[in-house]
């Protein structure tokens, strides 16, 4: 009898061993929970995690407790890792994902319900992608406007960084959830962002379906931390500097935030990403961003495809918000419209050559000087998302609509009138008359001056500008070249039917005649 109990002793220890061992990490990624949103048709939504080395799991998804899909894998030895990829969904919901490891005879069960098929987005940046809903104008309406809103879903990552980069999430501030004006409206500068929450609930409106929103930013930080060692690598960025002081409140140093609160994102099937950034590198790296802002995205976009098995489109969907106007002293004269330059890789628009695919709201007339989060921060962030949101339809839904403000095409100099003759490749609305907000570079031999360009005529599409005051060689153009060129939406230019304003631009003068040597002022 002795002998027996001792027999069943060890066999029942080693029972109990193995159920532990089984049941050690078995676990879903950190952002796959309760009231989650999955990735629709026609991409497959990527369910991963954590498990017992070669055990089974086996991943159902569920509606009305019933079975509707099965997918089977193994966890991977290496890593303790085991990844399904579902079948395109339709959007709706709501649904069960069922996650069941075996390990001979020992099973466990994992669970998370209400999860929706609809369209993923992420959303990142520094501080002005940070500020809540309680901080934008007509705070207390806009919180109370939920309840139509249950099937826009929101997560946001709390602020991390590592040195190395991270497979899954070390924290989150807020676990997936359903808007309520308390997780919408937390504080200043914590749990959801509104450009992020306004974005989704603008598409919502279109769509009519789902919507996920994963909110990941960090205020004060520059593009360095948010980008890949071998991006930067790859644009010269030097590995020592550090931010002025009076712009950095974050982390600044490379790529600890792609680390720890975008590189666990990888394996996540997304729709597309939106991003609100810049300020912090007006006077840190500043002529780089031209090389660094184009290379996250296409990092971003391959390291996001590759991660979802393919799922996540390669040349995703990637919109941005030109910056802001902001009183800052008189060091950023020149830099705030450069960095607004260089966030298009120096073309004045997207999508181009070297940023395809990518979409952009103007934002320089909608400066607020009385923001009590400083001017840095306008409050408006209701027409900064509609404005991304009219570039999403057009960029990632295919509709046929006006989402960037008029460029001009054609610039012509009437040197026997002293006019600049501008044809824009949209109609214009002229609102108000700018003596100063164009400017001609003016040249003689040895240097340029840049000098006021006064409005003159205009007509549907066209504009004339007097250029009477340049007695030398007329060079280049710009537009709105200063960190502040007009006051609250009250710039002149804006398209007429869809009200966006012109963006900034800066252009060689190239159709002189005899006499004239174009060379741009510096």
């Given at each position: 009898?002795?002998?027996?109990?001792?027999?069943?002793?060890?066999?029942?220890?080693?029972?109990?061993?193995?159920?532990?061992?089984?049941?050690?990490?078995?676990?879903?990624?950190?952002?796959?929970?309760?009231?989650?949103?999955?990735?629709?048709?026609?991409?497959?939504?990527?369910?991963?995690?954590?498990?017992?080395?070669?055990?089974?799991?086996?991943?159902?998804?569920?509606?009305?407790?019933?079975?509707?899909?099965?997918?089977?894998?193994?966890?991977?030895?290496?890593?303790?890792?085991?990844?399904?990829?579902?079948?395109?969904?339709?959007?709706?919901?709501?649904?069960?994902?069922?996650?069941?490891?075996?390990?001979?005879?020992i099973?466990?069960?994992?669970?998370?319900?209400?999860?929706?098929?609809?369209?993923?987005?992420?959303?990142?940046?520094?501080?002005?992608?940070?500020?809540?809903?309680?901080?934008?104008f007509?705070?207390?309406?806009?919180?109370?406007?939920?309840?139509?809103?249950?099937?826009?879903?929101?997560l946001?990552?709390?602020?991390?960084?590592?040195?190395?980069?991270?497979?899954?999430?070390?924290?989150?501030?807020?676990?997936w959830?359903?808007?309520?004006?308390?997780?919408?409206?937390?504080?200043?500068?914590m749990?959801?962002s509104?450009?992020?929450?306004?974005?989704?609930?603008?598409?919502?409106?279109?769509?009519?379906?789902?919507?996920?929103?994963?909110?990941s930013?960090?205020?004060?930080?520059?593009?360095?931390?948010?980008?890949?060692?071998?991006?930067?690598?790859?644009?010269?960025?030097?590995?020592?500097?550090?931010m002025?002081?009076?712009?950095?409140?974050?982390?600044?140093a490379?790529?600890?935030?792609?680390?720890?609160?975008?590189?666990?994102?990888?394996?996540?099937?997304?729709?597309?990403?939106?991003?609100?950034?810049?300020?912090?590198?007006?006077?840190?790296?500043?002529?780089?961003?031209?090389?660094?802002?184009?290379?996250?995205?296409d990092?971003?976009?391959?390291?996001?495809?590759?991660?979802?098995?393919?799922?996540?489109?390669?040349?995703?969907?990637?919109?941005?918000?030109?910056?802001?106007?902001y009183?800052?002293?008189e060091?950023?004269?020149?830099?705030?419209?450069?960095?607004?330059?260089?966030?298009?890789?120096d073309?004045?628009?997207?999508?181009?050559?070297?940023?395809?695919?990518?979409?952009?709201?103007?934002?320089?007339?909608l400066?607020?000087?009385?923001?009590?989060?400083?001017?840095?921060?306008?409050?408006?962030?209701?027409t900064?998302?509609?404005?991304?949101?009219?570039?999403?339809?057009?960029?990632?839904?295919?509709?046929?609509?006006?989402?960037?403000?008029?460029?001009?095409?054609?610039?012509?100099?009437?040197?026997?009138?002293?006019?600049?003759?501008?044809?824009?490749?949209?109609?214009?609305?002229?609102?108000?008359?700018?003596?100063?907000?164009f400017?001609?570079?003016?040249?003689?031999?040895?240097?340029?001056?840049?000098?006021?360009?006064?409005?003159?005529?205009?007509?549907?599409?066209?504009?004339?500008?007097?250029?009477?005051?340049?007695?030398?060689?007329?060079?280049?153009l710009?537009?709105?070249?200063?960190?502040?060129?007009?006051?609250?939406?009250?710039?002149?230019?804006?398209?007429?039917?869809?009200?966006?304003?012109?963006?900034?631009?800066?252009?060689?003068?190239t159709?002189?005649?005899?006499?004239?040597?174009?060379?741009?002022?510096?």
């Amino acid at each position: 009898m002795i002998a027996s109990g001792i027999v069943l002793g060890l066999v029942l220890r080693l029972f109990l061993q193995a159920h532990v061992s089984a049941d050690v990490g078995f676990r879903f990624a950190s952002y796959i929970d309760d009231y989650m949103v999955l990735q629709r048709e026609p991409a497959g939504a990527v369910i991963w995690g954590y498990g017992a080395p070669r055990a089974t799991v086996t991943v159902t998804l569920c509606r009305d407790q019933e079975p509707i899909m099965k997918k089977v894998t193994s966890v991977k030895a290496d890593s303790n890792t085991w990844t399904v990829v579902l079948d395109p969904m339709k959007p709706g919901g709501p649904y069960e994902v069922m996650a069941q490891q075996s390990l001979g005879r020992i099973n466990f069960t994992l669970r998370v319900h209400d999860v929706l098929f609809g369209d993923v987005w992420l959303c990142s940046g520094q501080s002005n992608m940070k500020m809540t809903v309680s901080q934008v104008f007509n705070a207390t309406g806009e919180l109370s406007n939920t309840t139509a809103y249950q099937s826009v879903r929101i997560l946001s990552v709390s602020s991390t960084q590592a040195q190395q980069e991270l497979e899954d999430l070390t924290k989150v501030d807020l676990r997936w959830s359903k808007p309520t004006s308390k997780n919408l409206g937390h504080g200043n500068f914590m749990y959801m962002s509104a450009v992020c929450w306004l974005f989704g609930r603008f598409l919502y409106d279109t769509l009519r379906y789902p919507v996920g929103l994963l909110s990941s930013s960090w205020s004060g930080t520059p593009i360095e931390a948010w980008s890949s060692r071998r991006s930067l690598e790859a644009c010269g960025v030097p590995k020592s500097g550090s931010m002025p002081s009076d712009l950095q409140t974050g982390p600044s140093a490379h790529s600890v935030l792609w680390n720890a609160m975008i590189h666990p994102f990888r394996n996540m099937t997304l729709k597309g990403v939106i991003w609100y950034q810049g300020e912090s590198n007006v006077n840190f790296n500043r002529d780089l961003y031209n090389c660094t802002f184009p290379l996250l995205i296409d990092d971003w976009r391959q390291t996001f495809h590759d991660g979802s098995q393919g799922q996540t489109e390669r040349l995703f969907p990637f919109g941005f918000v030109q910056l802001s106007s902001y009183l800052f002293g008189e060091a950023l004269n020149d830099g705030l419209p450069q960095i607004r330059w260089h966030q298009t890789a120096d073309f004045g628009y997207v999508p181009n050559q070297r940023m395809p695919n990518t979409f952009m709201a103007v934002s320089v007339d909608l400066c607020d000087r009385n923001s009590p989060f400083g001017s840095i921060h306008p409050r408006d962030k209701q027409t900064v998302a509609y404005r991304l949101h009219l570039g999403a339809r057009a960029l990632a839904y295919g509709e046929k609509l006006i989402f960037q403000g008029p460029l001009p095409q054609k610039i012509e100099l009437l040197a026997d009138k002293g006019l600049l003759n501008l044809t824009y490749s949209q109609p214009i609305k002229v609102q108000r008359h700018d003596d100063k907000i164009f400017e001609v570079a003016c040249c003689s031999d040895r240097q340029c001056e840049w000098l006021p360009a006064p409005m003159d005529t205009f007509s549907t599409q066209t504009l004339a500008l007097s250029i009477t005051s340049c007695h030398d060689s007329p060079a280049a153009l710009r537009y709105a070249w200063t960190p502040w060129p007009c006051e609250y939406k009250q710039c002149p230019l804006y398209h007429p039917t869809s009200t966006l304003p012109a963006p900034p631009f800066i252009a060689p003068i190239t159709n002189l005649g005899p006499g004239y040597h174009s060379r741009t002022a510096k």
